[in-house]
């Protein structure tokens, strides 16, 4: 059952899943840039480790997300955002949902596909799901890169109207998401000014 959002920010869990994974996703792109660089070797293998470790976590993360978002009710945008933004923002946040999820199960596949073990941080192995298959893994590469590139691109939108409502609008949906920040008590402040 999904509760009633009665506040206009998240609640702390939402807020703590948000920028973990955000810190997570940072993370993620600066080990694939790593390896990028590294010609073939031990190093090269362990940062490929951590990298496929790191995108099974923000996976598990985004599914516990959903499901927090799926019963917790989301806070209402102001009023005055109007309805091309708001479908934008919905849309690009559900591309992002999917964008989390899809990353990791093609970067598993593509990995299983070039008969590698994947492990958990060296912890557990993870079930192969497919087996050695070089087409396969030609056309994992693909796509991984593909939703990459996607990717980037929703980030950048994302990021673009959080700036656009916290440096430019001021209208209090950029401090929904901020921990220990109250879009109320923000709208607040903002209010009293103008009465001054």
């Known amino acids: 059952?999904?509760?009633?959002?009665?506040?206009?920010?998240?609640?702390?869990?939402?807020?703590?899943?948000?920028w973990g994974v955000a810190l997570l996703v940072i993370a993620q792109i600066m080990i694939a840039l790593r390896a990028w660089t590294l010609p073939v070797s031990d190093a090269k293998l362990?940062?490929?480790?951590?990298?496929?470790?790191?995108?099974?976590?923000?996976?598990?993360?985004?599914?516990?997300?959903?499901?927090?978002?799926?019963?917790?009710?989301v806070p209402p945008l102001p009023r005055a955002?109007?309805?091309?933004?708001?479908?934008?923002?919905?849309?690009?946040?559900?591309?992002?949902?999917?964008?989390?999820l899809l990353l990791p199960i093609s970067g598993l596949i593509m990995s299983q596909a070039a008969g590698v073990v994947v492990s958990w941080f060296g912890i557990f192995d993870l079930p192969n799901v497919v087996?050695?298959?070089?087409?396969?893994?030609?056309?994992?590469?693909?796509?991984?890169?593909?939703?990459?590139?996607?990717?980037?691109?929703?980030?950048?939108l994302h990021l673009g109207g959080a700036l656009r409502h916290g440096l430019w609008l001021k209208d209090g949906v950029f401090q929904r998401m901020l921990i220990g920040r109250s879009a109320t008590r923000s709208n607040d402040r903002r209010g009293a000014r103008r009465s001054v």
């Open 1 to 18: 059952m999904r509760t009633v959002a009665s506040d206009p920010g998240y609640g702390t869990v939402a807020r703590l899943l948000h």
């Open 46 to 73: 362990s940062v490929l480790m951590q990298h496929r470790s790191l995108g099974l976590t923000i996976l598990v993360l985004i599914v516990i997300r959903l499901g927090w978002r799926w019963t917790h009710a």
């Open 81 to 100: 955002v109007g309805a091309a933004p708001r479908a934008l923002a919905r849309f690009n946040q559900y591309l992002l949902y999917a964008l989390l």
């Open 131 to 156: 087996d050695t298959d070089p087409t396969l893994l030609g056309r994992m590469k693909f796509v991984h890169l593909l939703l990459n590139t996607v990717l980037f691109a929703a980030i950048a």
